[in-house]
């Protein structure tokens, strides 16, 4: 039987890596009964974290789903990783939401990745809760922790409760709509009066509560500013409203690992958050009109779903999680893959408990469900009915930031590795991959260096092929700094018909970032018009395979502006040729130079490491571009060459005693200082030499 709509709660939680998102889940799954006992991250023993490398590494690689029933409402909770490398998984996550839970750590704050789901939920216009998480720690602080919440994230943020108790102590909740004390004991929790010390700090709470709810709406706060007050009635009205349409943003307090302020959130997500029936109906393109088009989360409409996560198995096959959108999906049916124009037929369908599928004959809108061996299906497509396409908007995904040269360490095991890679960027679209004819090298590209290394372990688990990482290759670039005017000659005349191709080419920089420019000059048929085309081909195709070290050039106007041709033995070959001798001369005429990656760092440390960390990012041509103290940990961004950042994860590890944390992503590009471009140089020759 498919779901009552309005019952269902998809909830998706995101934030910062090991905040406590798994946790969370298993503390709500055990809090609405759907398990027996709390699962732990680090004995690998929860529900959403059940991947061999997940619980190896202890942290979520992969979004995942789990579900329970509470109150005669189905929640689907999305666990989603927090790791800047596994980012993409939240947003795909959150896509397929309805709600998000942003989990912070009370002692860290806001963090980077923070920041990035937050702008996420922002995009798809997702209601949430910020639970302020793991405030049984030491040095744990809701207060600050709010500070930096107010500080960092847009948005009104509003304390729906206050802690009771801290660090060790912390037993409870102070629920300040009910002005009630909730305390958890042994799993369990009982309501009681507010304790008398904390009365004062919990009416000047409930007042700010009141004042943000009255904000939200002209009559309230009329009445408010006439009155004084106003009743919990009219204020949990007000505030479900300006939660629904993100005005106002509860913040709460949780112990995941204790169980402390895991039922007020399970109420809170029921109350407050929206089912897919208020989400409303969903636009989409008509593949055949390539127009608008709209799906009503009604189970007699015609079928919508999509599909954000998919997940192989050398032995299982292909599992794709969805989530219906509009009408019915049942078990035994054909359907389109509206995004590659296929029909797949759709065999069991499940819900989704970790790694264990419930069956279930039929999903319908608002559902998440798992089908296994779908034949072309992949993440980001629209499943729908036959008669009825509909594409919805997809899912997208960033590029991959970094790329390693990979070997077999068994000669013979090429083929198995692509069979391996390719299979494996069907599940992640963030993996890419492919041969480097220069330097007959197979390149996997990831967007960081734990995305690459988590790659090669799943390798060898899941197929058997064991390969070496050889060091990143750093995609620098290739331009010039000055200009040159040259000559670019072709000319074979030896018997039959020959080759002639002559060209001058004038060659100069464009700001960063201008990519490529070509000119066209030529007046009075000094080249005829068929063989312009030609010369820009062959500067194109010189500028793709890199002159100085191999590496693509960029930020380069080519002006074509003189040659000569001859009646027969002219052709679009020798002009190609021609002006591709000619960009070689010219470039190294022009006072070439490398670009390389410099990354945005965003590095937290505990308070203590702060000039340690500071030293080190200025020993790797980092320059710091902002620090902020927030509490006992400093958060420090700086920008660092990527080339500089390879091993910084060990470095920083053993700088903080392993209490510091980071993450980057790709910025822009700037010039190689010559004395390490030198050693580029001669390293691409010395490996050219060696291909040869
Ligand atoms: N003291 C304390 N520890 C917690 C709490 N919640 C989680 N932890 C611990 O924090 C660590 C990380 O927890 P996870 O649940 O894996 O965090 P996560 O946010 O899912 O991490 P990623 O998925 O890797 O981003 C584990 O060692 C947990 O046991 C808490 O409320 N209090
Ligand atoms: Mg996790």
Redesign the pocket.
């Known amino acids: 039987m498919a779901q009552d709509i309005a019952k269902i709660r998809n909830v998706a ?1 995101v ?13 709500i799954l055990l809090a609405a009964g759907a398990t027996t006992r709390l699962g ?3 004995d690998g023993t ?1 529900a ?2 059940f991947d061999p490398d ?1 619980i190896k ?5 992969n979004t995942a789903v789990a579900f329970c029933d509470y109150k005669g409402h189905r929640l689907n909770l999305i ?5 800047g490398d ?1 980012v993409a998984d939240a947003r795909a996550g959150l896509r397929v939401a309805s709600a998000a839970v942003v ?1 912070v ?2 002692v860290a704050g806001v963090q980077v ?1 923070t920041e990035k789901v937050w702008k996420f939920a922002n995009e798809y216009g997702l209601p949430r809760v910020v639970v302020i ?5 030491e040095r ?1 602080d809701f207060n600050r922790t709010l500070e930096s919440l107010q500080k960092r994230l847009k948005g009104r943020l509003a304390p729906f409760q206050v802690p009771i108790g801290s660090e060790a102590g912390f037993t409870g909740i102070v629920d300040l709509i009910a002005m009630k004390a909730l305390i958890s004991a042994d799993g369990k929790v009982t309501e009681g009066e507010i304790p008398g010390e904390m009365m004062d700090t919990a009416k000047a709470y409930r007042e700010k509560l009141a004042e943000a709810a009255a904000e939200t709406d002209d009559d309230l706060l009329a009445k408010y500013l006439e009155e004084g007050s106003i009743g919990e009635a009219e204020m949990l009205e007000a505030l479900r409203k300006a939660v629904l349409n993100g005005a106002i943003v509860p913040v709460l307090a ?5 169980g ?1 302020g895991v039922l007020p959130l399970l109420e809170l997500i029921l109350k407050e958050f929206p089912s897919p029936a208020d989400q409303g109906a969903v636009e989409g393109i008509d593949p055949r009109t390539k127009s608008p088009v709209t799906r009503a989360p009604d189970p007699k409409a015609p079928l919508s779903a999509l599909v954000f996560k998919t997940i192989t198995d050398p032995h299982v096959g292909k599992l794709s999680l969805f989530r219906v959108y509009s009408g019915t999906l049942r078990s035994d049916s054909q359907v389109l893959n509206v995004t590659r124009d296929a029909k797949e037929r759709i065999g069991h369908l499940g819900w989704l408990m970790g790694k264990t599928q419930k069956p279930v004959e039929a999903l319908g809108p608002g559902e998440i469900g798992v089908v296994a061996k779908l034949k072309d299906t992949l993440t980001g497509d629209t499943l729908s009915d036959e008669a009825n396409p509909v594409i919805l908007p997809g899912i997208s995904f960033p590029e991959p930031a970094i790329s390693f040269a990979i070997q077999p360490k068994t000669r013979g095991d090429e083929d198995k590795i692509s069979t391996a890679l390719h299979r494996m960027a069907e599940e992640d679209p963030t993996l890419h991959h492919h041969f480097d004819s220069e330097t007959k090298q197979l390149l996997v590209s990831g967007i960081g260096q734990l995305h690459v290394e988590v790659v090669v372990e799943r390798m060898k688990r899941k197929y058997n092929v064991d390969v070496s990482l050889l060091p990143p290759r750093i995609p620098y670039k290739e331009t010039v700094k000055g200009r040159a005017e040259v000559q670019g000659k072709y000319k074979k005349q030896t018997g039959g018909r020959g080759q002639y191709g002559d060209t001058w080419l004038k060659v100069e920089p464009l700001a960063r970032g201008g990519g490529f420019e070509f000119v066209d000059d030529i007046f009075g048929g000094a080249i005829p018009r068929n063989f312009i085309p030609s010369v820009e081909k062959g500067v194109r195709d010189c500028m793709k395979r890199g002159i100085l070290a191999g590496y693509p050039v960029v930020d380069l106007r080519v002006t074509l502006y003189d040659g000569s041709y001859h009646d027969v033995d002219s052709s679009d070959m020798a002009f190609q040729i021609a002006a591709s001798m000619g960009l070689q001369k010219g470039f190294m005429e022009a006072r070439p130079c490398l670009l390389e990656p410099i990354m945005n760092v965003e590095i937290s440390a505990p308070s203590d490491h702060a000039g340690d960390v500071i030293g080190d990012v200025n020993g790797r041509r980092g320059r710091i571009v902002g620090m902020e103290p927030e509490g006992e940990v400093v958060s420090v961004r700086a920008q660092v060459p990527m080339s500089e950042m390879l091993t910084y994860e060990s470095s920083l590890r053993s700088m903080t005693g392993g209490r510091g944390g980071y993450s980057m992503e790709f910025s822009h590009y700037e010039e190689l200082p010559a004395h390490l471009a030198d050693k580029v140089v001669s390293a691409a020759k010395a490996e050219k030499e060696k291909a040869h």
């Open positions: 939680i934030g910062h890596g090991g905040v406590g998102k798994t946790s969370l889940v298993e503390s732990k991250v680090d929860t959403t974290d997940e590494r202890k942290i979520s690689l666990d989603t990783p927090g790791y596994f989990v750590d009370a990745q998480n793991r405030l049984d720690r744990a949780a112990s995941a690992a204790r402390i």
